[in-house]
């Protein structure tokens, strides 16, 4: 039932970003095109362009106008189509149909929560694929092909690690954070959806509610700890800090990484266990 | 025959105003039942409670022996009394999906019945009118061979031929073993179909008796003595 779900999912959405991100990769396009003729100013070209072509500086400018305007778009798009998708399919009026599917709560959740993943990740691609397009030559990217390779080099040689698992941990601990994220604006949904009125707004108050929360757990977080150290014979200390000034680069490097990856698993976890419950215990569709 | 539905002490409330109280009720298969009531009385509450788009405060509801969930929803087939569908899909695509999450759906009647209604599969939703649309969810619910077919409101907003059409569908898709609750004002109009009738108020069930009962012993069709109980 998941791959169904899915199918509909994306079937749903795909259309409206598939639209958006032609039109960003289009006008990245255009503002090179419009910028190449407004700048190129060798005298012969420049003065035939000046007949050709008078307004090439408005062009240029108008289509870099664009470009940026349709990146916001991009931006904003991804936002909304997380919100609503799931607000509006699961539960507003379209909910009706969605929770009347032989299909358990946690597969719509699991459903929603990797298409908002999978379009996150592909406008970031299509975001920094259309800054390629708008500034590279293939020249630039030989050369940054080249310093990359050259900066791995380096690396491997001075961590004894290669560079492109150091990426990789940092890119899955990104990815990992996303999907907290997005369960984050689930969890409050589903909390805003327990009032009678004012649903939306109470949905924003939990969400920023949400967030304090953390902050008020993390910091009690610290404080016991700073009250274990504090307590903590001194022999412990040292061997503790010995420990961490024995570490090397790449060891505090994985470490941090392991801890961010713990922090944001435990908030995925629990705030899916907050949504799946909320939507199976819970529901009122109006 | 087989009890298809079975609804015990069932409360429901919301926004402090109790909607169901105590609300009791069991249907058979092989059952047509008109669920009759003033508005505000909970018919569409129970039906959603059914449904499982709203849970209970107390009391215990089994479709076919089973809690509302994934395994009742694949024998209930419910029309909302509500503009559910998505309005960006085309009439086709609705086709499809509901055939590709219920193994129940008989994707070939649901066509033939679309061109009875001369409703054009290739629309998309959004273009369709208000009564057309109903028509294409009611035909989508009575597409199935589900156990249990809840019908909330079917014929209020089509015009009096297609009323014509969908109770004979109804009627036609009669089998032993599947019970069909029908909410509606129209009571006139459905009488003719009905096997039972259950008169519901203040959020119980005050009346539930076969519709031969009714014009046995109290001499009166379920119209007559339905404006007799509500006379306001």
Same mark, same amino acid.
């Given at each position: 039932?998941?791959?169904?779900?899915?199918?509909?999912?994306?079937?749903?959405? =795909?259309?409206?970003?598939?639209?958006?991100?032609?039109?960003?990769?289009?006008?990245?396009?255009?503002?090179?095109?419009?910028?190449?003729?407004?700048?190129?100013?060798?005298?012969?070209?420049?003065?035939?362009?000046?007949?050709?072509?008078?307004?090439?500086?408005?062009?240029?400018?108008?289509?870099?106008?664009?470009?940026?305007?349709?990146?916001?778009?991009?931006?904003?798009?991804?936002?909304?189509?997380?919100?609503?998708?799931?607000?509006?399919?699961?539960?507003?009026?379209?909910?009706?149909?969605?929770?009347?599917?032989?299909?358990?709560?946690?597969?719509?959740?699991?459903?929603?929560?990797?298409? =908002?993943?999978?379009?996150?990740?592909?406008?970031?691609?299509?975001?920094?694929?259309?800054?390629?397009?708008?500034?590279?030559?293939?020249?630039?990217?030989?050369?940054?092909?080249?310093?990359?390779?050259?900066?791995?080099?380096?690396?491997?040689?001075?961590?004894?690690?290669?560079?492109?698992?150091?990426?990789?941990?940092?890119?899955?601990?990104?990815?990992?954070?996303?999907? =907290?994220?997005?369960?984050?604006?689930?969890?409050?949904?589903?909390?805003?959806?327990? =009032?009678?009125?004012?649903?939306?707004?109470?949905?924003?108050?939990?969400?920023?509610?949400?967030?304090?929360?953390?902050?008020?757990?993390?910091?009690?977080?610290?404080?016991?700890?700073?009250?274990?150290?504090?307590?903590?014979?001194?022999?412990?200390?040292?061997?503790?800090?010995?420990?961490?000034?024995?570490?090397?680069?790449?060891?505090?490097?994985?470490?941090?990484?392991?801890?961010?990856?713990?922090?944001?698993?435990?908030?995925?976890?629990?705030?899916?266990?907050?949504?799946?419950?909320?939507? *199976? *215990?819970?529901?009122?569709?109006? | 025959?087989?009890?298809?539905?079975?609804?015990?002490?069932?409360?429901?409330?919301?926004?402090?105003?109790?909607?169901?109280?105590?609300?009791?009720?069991?249907?058979?298969?092989?059952?047509?039942?008109?669920?009759?009531?003033?508005?505000?009385?909970?018919?569409?509450?129970?039906?959603?409670?059914?449904?499982?788009?709203?849970?209970?405060?107390?009391?215990?509801?089994?479709?076919?022996?089973?809690?509302?969930?994934?395994?009742?929803?694949?024998?209930?087939?419910?029309?909302?009394?509500?503009?559910?569908?998505?309005?960006?899909?085309?009439?086709?695509?609705?086709?499809?999906?509901?055939?590709?999450?219920?193994?129940?759906?008989?994707?070939?009647?649901?066509?033939?019945?679309?061109?009875?209604?001369?409703?054009?599969?290739?629309?998309?939703?959004?273009?369709?009118?208000?009564?057309?649309?109903?028509?294409?969810?009611?035909?989508?619910?009575?597409?199935?061979?589900?156990?249990?077919?809840?019908?909330?409101?079917?014929?209020?907003?089509?015009?009096?031929?297609?009323?014509?059409?969908?109770?004979?569908?109804?009627?036609?898709?009669?089998?032993?073993?599947?019970?069909?609750?029908?909410?509606?004002?129209?009571?006139?109009?459905?009488?003719?179909?009905?096997?039972?009738?259950?008169?519901?108020?203040?959020?119980?069930?005050?009346?539930?008796?076969?519709?031969?009962?009714?014009?046995?012993?109290?001499?009166?069709?379920?119209?007559?003595?339905?404006?007799?109980?509500? *006379?306001?």
């Amino acid at each position: 039932m998941l791959t169904k779900l899915l199918k509909y999912e994306f079937r749903a959405t =795909a259309r409206l970003f598939g639209l958006c991100y032609l039109g960003t990769l289009g006008a990245a396009l255009l503002l090179r095109i419009m910028a190449t003729l407004a700048w190129d100013h060798t005298w012969e070209y420049s003065s035939q362009m000046e007949q050709l072509f008078p307004m090439r500086d408005v062009a240029a400018g108008m289509s870099g106008a664009l470009y940026a305007i349709m990146i916001a778009a991009v931006v904003v798009l991804t936002f909304i189509v997380i919100l609503q998708r799931f607000y509006k399919n699961l539960l507003g009026g379209e909910g009706y149909l969605m929770h009347t599917l032989p299909v358990r709560p946690w597969e719509h959740i699991t459903a929603k929560l990797i298409a =908002a993943v999978v379009w996150s990740v592909l406008s970031t691609i299509v975001i920094f694929l259309s800054l390629f397009v708008v500034g590279m030559d293939l020249k630039l990217i030989r050369e940054l092909f080249a310093d990359l390779l050259a900066f791995s080099w380096y690396f491997q040689a001075e961590f004894h690690f290669p560079l492109i698992v150091a990426a990789g941990e940092l890119i899955f601990v990104l990815l990992v954070s996303t999907v =907290a994220s997005v369960l984050q604006i689930y969890a409050a949904i589903m909390l805003g959806h327990q =009032a009678q009125k004012h649903k939306i707004a109470l949905a924003v108050g939990a969400y920023f509610g949400i967030g304090m929360v953390l902050n008020v757990a993390m910091s009690i977080l610290l404080n016991v700890l700073f009250v274990i150290v504090e307590a903590a014979p001194d022999s412990l200390l040292d061997a503790v800090g010995a420990f961490l000034e024995n570490l090397s680069v790449m060891q505090a490097y994985h470490l941090v990484i392991l801890f961010m990856l713990l922090f944001n698993l435990i908030l995925s976890v629990l705030f899916f266990v907050m949504t799946e419950r909320l939507m *199976r *215990r819970n529901l009122n569709l109006e | 025959m087989a009890e298809l539905l079975r609804c015990e002490n069932v409360w429901k409330g919301y926004g402090g105003k109790q909607v169901l109280m105590d609300f009791n009720l069991q249907v058979d298969g092989g059952r047509i039942v008109g669920l009759l009531g003033p508005n505000g009385c909970g018919k569409t509450t129970f039906m959603k409670l059914v449904n499982g788009l709203l849970v209970p405060n107390q009391g215990q509801i089994l479709i076919d022996g089973y809690a509302p969930g994934p395994e009742s929803k694949a024998r209930v087939s419910y029309l909302p009394d509500a503009n559910y569908l998505p309005d960006w899909m085309k009439v086709e695509d609705l086709v499809v999906m509901v055939a590709d999450f219920f193994p129940d759906f008989d994707a070939a009647k649901a066509i033939a019945m679309l061109s009875d209604l001369k409703i054009s599969g290739l629309e998309r939703l959004k273009t369709l009118s208000k009564g057309t649309k109903e028509k294409v969810q009611l035909i989508l619910a009575m597409s199935r061979q589900a156990r249990l077919y809840m019908l909330d409101e079917p014929i209020g907003g089509v015009d009096p031929a297609a009323r014509d059409y969908i109770l004979n569908t109804i009627i036609g898709n009669y089998n032993e073993n599947a019970a069909v609750i029908i909410s509606t004002h129209l009571i006139m109009d459905i009488e003719q179909v009905l096997d039972e009738a259950v008169f519901l108020n203040n959020g119980q069930v005050m009346l539930h008796k076969s519709v031969d009962a009714i014009r046995e012993e109290d001499g009166k069709s379920v119209d007559d003595l339905f404006r007799e109980v509500f *006379r306001c």
